[in-house]
């Protein structure tokens, strides 16, 4: 019989390869009928110029959970001795270099309990796909180094569903009978985790907002009609959120639209897919008379986090899922940041600090630890942890007071010029780091792979008038690191004199 581990595979960094096929675009019609909901898609594939695998020109797709209707390639059905789908993996064998693969599949929603893909939240439905729900509405290379663009289709019920959203900004609708449809298509190529689509009767917050170069943008928060006076605090939040990327990272909102929707059943706390964010009710709602200060703040900063990943995260996405703190610990410090300066900037630090020492201190030091940049995974979905979005942060905030805030703001127009519409890795954000302010930041970047809170002992002596500071580290082992390399840690220190001016 075969152990319970039998199953399990192990992911490596080290055996990353680049995908065999790109995706130029996708076209995506999804049916929604209570039941009986089919998903057709449209995918023109191409081979990677960058593939270097000898041999073998068979395609290979994620899906899971789908029931196979039919598959045409170029238009002709593909014949059934030419492909398998076995361990959610749908292989065809010998594609062209160029073609159209289309797919009829259908799905169950109402059935799907795991909240990942698509499915049904208090009569509504919903997706997540980060990290690799997508697999579960179609078959698709489920990888962030593929980047698509995608013009989306909903179809459903018009009294039920009278509300059909996705990416982008919505080009064409219409109906039929008891049913409408809406088509969205979202001009920027993005991998399929940040794919969304919300079918449902909501409530909407509306209003605009116009960008330093003069685009106006139409703000649409969703939520429940009882809950349409909940949702001020978050527009409002939004709007500030804006107005600063704009000033502090020069960084512009690019769609028509942009929307929130709240749902209450949500595995995480918000989601960032393009143009069409989902929320847990509990990051976006808020009232004077029912949330506290501290709820007020967390709804600022989550719906400040996930606009701000429209930068880090959707126009310069991650390479592989080893490669997520690229975006989350980057957009984590700047919601950090924002915060700070939108409320007491000490308080801030003050709480961000506590946080860490509280939550993922233990983290780092218990069974649980890894590195910001792990070297392996079995399940991606268990590396949403504090020490990839919290630790990550702090290795960014490292870098900001190294390079200084003027490199780092020329650092990073250089990391979103450079890698705008790519898939990257923590090496390339680190490497305009170093570009910029000509440092070599080699040792430093062992923070990414090292594990472990490092110990410090500090003493300090004022001896002839010199004053000496003494600084020894040592990091106890982790599981699976035995051995711990010193880490570069920056300091900032400042000596005041007896009447406490800078000395
Ligand atoms: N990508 C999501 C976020 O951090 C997952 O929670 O915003
Ligand atoms: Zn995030």
């Not at 994620?62 to 014949?79: K, M, R, T």
């Not at 918000?270 to 967390?298: W, Y």
Request: with cysteine; aromatic share 10%.
């Amino acid at each position: 019989m075969d152990s319970p581990q039998a199953d399990v595979k192990t992911t490596r960094l080290a055996d990353y390869t680049p995908p065999d096929f790109l995706v130029d675009h996708v076209e995506l019609d999804v049916d929604l009928r209570d039941g009986q909901t089919r998903v057709t898609s449209t995918m023109q594939f191409r081979l990677n110029p960058e593939n270097t695998r000898e041999g073998g020109s068979d395609l290979i797709l994620d899906g899971e959970c789908l029931a196979l209707e039919s598959l045409a390639i170029n238009g002709e059905p593909v014949a059934e001795n030419r492909y398998r789908y076995e361990k959610d993996k749908l292989t065809i064998e010998s594609v062209p270099e160029t073609f159209s693969l289309t797919s009829v599949v259908r799905i169950e929603p109402e059935k799907n309990t795991a909240l990942d893909g698509l499915y049904r939240s208090n009569g509504m439905y919903c997706t997540q796909c980060e990290a690799e729900g997508f697999r579960r509405i179609t078959f698709f290379p489920d990888r962030p180094d593929v980047l698509a663009r995608f013009t989306t289709t909903v179809r459903a019920d018009k009294k039920r569903y009278p509300l059909l959203l996705s990416n982008g900004n919505p080009v064409e609708q219409g109906e039929e009978g008891d049913r409408h449809w809406v088509t969205w298509e979202d001009p920027f190529p993005k991998p399929c985790y940040l794919f969304a689509l919300v079918a449902g009767d909501l409530a909407c917050l509306e209003d605009s907002y116009t960008t330093g170069s003069g685009r106006q943008v139409s703000l649409r928060l969703y939520a429940e009609h009882r809950d349409l006076d909940k949702l001020d605090h978050a527009m409002l939040s939004l709007k500030n959120a804006m107005r600063w990327d704009e000033d502090t990272y020069g960084r512009e909102y690019d769609l028509d639209i942009y929307m929130i929707v709240a749902v209450s059943h949500f595995n995480m706390g918000a989601m960032e897919n393009k143009g069409l964010n989902i929320f847990n009710t509990s990051c976006v709602l808020a009232h004077p008379s029912t949330t506290t200060d501290a709820g007020f703040q967390r709804v600022e900063s989550v719906v400040a986090h996930e606009y701000f990943h429209n930068w880090s995260g959707n126009r310069v996405t991650c390479r592989d899922w080893f490669q997520l703190s690229l975006k989350e610990g980057f957009t984590v410090f700047r919601d950090q940041q924002f915060s700070a300066d939108m409320n007491s900037a000490a308080v801030q630090r003050v709480e961000n600090v506590d946080f860490l020492v509280n939550h993922q201190f233990p983290e780092d030091q218990g069974p649980m630890a890894h590195p910001v940049r792990p070297a392996e995974y079995q399940k991606i979905d268990n590396f949403y942890t504090l020490t990839i979005y919290e630790k990550g942060a702090e290795i960014v905030r490292m870098q900001y007071h190294l390079v200084g805030p003027e490199d780092f703001r020329r650092a990073t127009d250089l990391y979103f010029d450079r890698f705008d519409g790519q898939a990257v890795t923590c090496d390339d954000f680190v490497a305009c780091m170093e570009e910029i302010s000509g440092r070599d930041l080699t040792q430093f970047k062992r923070w990414y792979s090292q594990a472990g809170t490092p110990v410090l002992t500090v003493t300090d002596r004022l001896e002839n008038d010199r004053y000496q500071l003494t600084f020894r580290q040592h990091t106890p082992p982790t599981p699976g690191q035995a051995e711990k390399q010193p880490l570069m840690i920056p300091v900032r220190l400042a000596l005041l004199d007896e009447t406490g001016e800078p000395g």
